[in-house]
């Protein structure tokens, strides 16, 4: 199959393309200033997903996205100004009519070949199936080691092994995905709060290896600012999930510097200081912060829990 992103290759998900039915997905496709690649990339998607609901939400953009999106045949919302991509997100995770929505970049990054191989996987009994992005797939060595300290740090609080946590291609269950729209950023953060949103309502979460290209145009990602950005992704990793394992570790961290400094300050010079007090103080009240953080997130999750 020849389409906008050269010859299709999907030999292997011909026998998957036969049994798929593509009348109860919608496909979501976020874009902000995509003129370069949005046409080609909407028309690989009708090539490969006959019937599905091809939705393109356009934030805000400036260039010929909105004219480009339309000729080749996608559902076009608009945003009047940028919202940002968990906006956009959320926008066409409400107006998508399938019962299965797929999300995936405007930019010529994912593959939609790879759409295939997703919903299949959703197939066997899960709720959401994530593309997850290998390790010459990022777009920088930055970014590839950013992406896995969130990997390990996710790993650790929820117990199971996540392969890709910020990775913006993913086929979900639409009900599931529309009980957590309250929860997600407007910002670009939304695969990590989903993600761990997911897990824990207590969802199937799955991960599919997938190639990332480079994608077409200028990225939107600016070096300080997201770089802040996604520093504070690993601290919301922690309150959306448990805070407790986030802040229980530096509560005794500061719990065991006081009792270290307080043995010496005593073998010293005999007494307890305000130093060893502060420390202690400073154990108990983050501790405590956990605890209530603990409490909000369960009512957060009270509607998916019970």
């Known amino acids: 199959?020849?389409?906008?992103?050269?010859?299709?290759?999907?030999?292997?998900?011909?026998?998957?393309?036969?049994?798929?039915?593509?009348?109860?997905?919608?496909?979501?496709?976020?874009?902000?200033?995509?003129?370069?690649?949005?046409?080609?990339?909407?028309?690989?998607?009708?090539?490969?997903c006959p019937g599905a609901e091809i939705i393109v939400v356009d934030d805000g953009s400036t260039d010929a996205t909105v004219r480009e999106a339309g000729r080749a045949s996608a559902k076009v919302i608009f945003h009047p100004y940028s919202k940002g991509n968990g906006a956009a997100i959320k926008s066409g995770a409400r107006a998508a009519s399938g019962e299965i929505i797929v999300f995936l970049?405007?930019?010529?990054?994912?593959?939609?070949?790879?759409?295939?191989?997703?919903?299949?996987?959703?197939?066997?009994?899960?709720?959401?199936?994530?593309?997850?992005?290998?390790?010459?797939?990022?777009?920088?060595?930055?970014?590839?080691?950013?992406?896995?300290?969130?990997?390990?740090?996710?790993s650790y609080m929820t117990g199971h092994r996540i392969d890709d946590l910020t990775s913006g291609f993913r086929a979900v269950r639409a009900a599931r995905f529309r009980e957590f729209l309250y929860l997600l950023p407007n910002g670009f953060s939304y695969p990590t709060t989903s993600t761990m949103a997911f897990f824990r309502a207590g969802y199937s979460v799955a991960y599919e290896p997938i190639d990332a290209a480079q994608r077409v145009g200028k990225s939107h990602i600016r070096l300080l600012r997201d770089?802040?950005?996604?520093?504070?992704?690993?601290?919301k990793i922690g309150t959306l999930y448990s805070p407790l394992k986030l802040f229980g570790p530096v509560a005794l961290f500061l719990f065991l510097l006081a009792t270290g400094w307080y043995v010496h300050t005593f073998v010293e010079f005999g007494r307890f200081t305000n130093m060893s007090a502060l420390f202690y103080s400073a154990s108990v009240v983050v501790f405590l912060i956990g605890l209530v953080s603990e409490q909000i997130t369960a009512l957060m999750y009270r509607d998916s829990d019970g």
């Open 1 to 48: 199959m020849t389409g906008a992103f050269g010859t299709v290759q999907i030999s292997e998900s011909e026998a998957m393309l036969e049994k798929l039915n593509f009348s109860h997905v919608s496909i979501v496709l976020p874009a902000k200033n995509e003129g370069l690649a949005i046409g080609a990339t909407v028309r690989c998607v009708v090539e490969t």
């Open 105 to 154: 970049d405007a930019d010529g990054q994912h593959n939609p070949a790879d759409i295939p191989r997703l919903l299949a996987r959703l197939d066997s009994g899960y709720d959401m199936v994530v593309g997850a992005r290998g390790k010459g797939s990022q777009a920088s060595v930055g970014r590839g080691l950013a992406n896995a300290l969130y990997n390990r740090m996710a």
């Open 227 to 235: 770089g802040v950005r996604f520093f504070l992704i690993i601290f």
